[in-house]
């Protein structure tokens, strides 16, 4: 009888593992410790480089005394700049790296509500990839908003994203216009830029919509957050417990460079 049921726990493993059955994944917790009280946050596996990275980090000591070193009421609280520590009072801070930055592994599914953690980085204008600051986060505090704001947004977002493809359009045949205008055939100009035009609005009419899923309208109308920043920049973790202590800490009076008037010091460990 033992070896019969021995041999069925053995079968028993052998089909879970023919069929592809793994144990789930336990995800990261990690814990942003403060004088203010302790964040902790949970890393999202479906952005492993930079769950990873940020956990390498950690591990290697990097995020212990830093400073939140960019404060902005109603918006977000920023840290994770090297040069943060022990930095003199005063100091403008925002501008330190480790020398790498993060590949973008920006989700759709991941939207800027209250108390997301997300990569900080450079602009568009150097950075067209919107790779993420090796080192650099930030949590949002955000804030709450109106139906009709999001409505006004929305219009917003969908007006941008024409013009900015028009611009592009209008740039890569810069050189045609150009000659164009210098030639005085302003008849031929204007015809060129409508059809230029009418190829932007039937590529937009292709793309996806920029209006509000029913789950962030939901979200920026109740407890709150930031949808302008929506797909640009890369989300990997939210606080599962301390928003208060977030709260408390964008409340501390800032300088001119947004950063803290008082030394607010973190450290953060692994759970």
Do not use: W
Not at 56 to 71: A, C
């Amino acid at each position: 009888m033992k070896k019969l049921a021995l041999f069925m726990i053995f079968a028993g493993l052998f089909i879970n593992l023919s069929c592809g059955v793994s144990p789930k994944s336990k995800e990261t917790m990690v814990q942003i410790k403060t004088e203010f009280g302790n964040i902790k946050i949970k890393l999202y596996d479906e952005t492993p480089l930079h769950r990873d990275n940020f956990i390498k980090l950690i591990k290697e000591g990097v995020y212990t005394d830093l400073l939140f070193h960019r404060v902005i009421q109603g918006f977000m609280i920023q840290g994770g700049d090297p040069d943060s520590k022990n930095a003199e009072p005063g100091k403008m801070l925002g501008t330190g790296d480790l020398g790498y930055t993060i590949p973008a592994e920006i989700n759709s599914k991941f939207f800027h509500r209250r108390g997301v953690l997300a990569a900080a980085r450079q602009g568009d204008d150097t950075n067209p990839e919107r790779r993420s600051s090796a080192s650099q986060f930030y949590i949002l505090q955000g804030k709450v908003f109106r139906p009709a704001e999001l409505d006004t947004m929305e219009v917003k977002l969908e007006e941008s994203r024409k013009m900015n493809m028009l611009q592009s359009k209008i740039k890569s045949v810069e050189p045609e216009l150009n000659k164009l205008g210098q030639e005085g055939k302003q008849d031929e100009l204007l015809a060129r830029y409508n059809t230029i035009k009418e190829e932007v609005l039937a590529e937009v009419a292709q793309l996806p919509s920029l209006k509000f899923t029913e789950e962030q309208r939901k979200a920026y109308t109740t407890i709150g957050g930031y949808p302008p920043l929506d797909n640009l920049y890369t989300i990997f973790g939210e606080v599962i417990e301390g928003m208060g202590v977030v709260d408390a800490i964008a409340k501390e009076p800032t300088d001119r460079y947004d950063r803290p008037q008082k030394d607010i010091k973190f450290t953060i460990t692994i759970l």
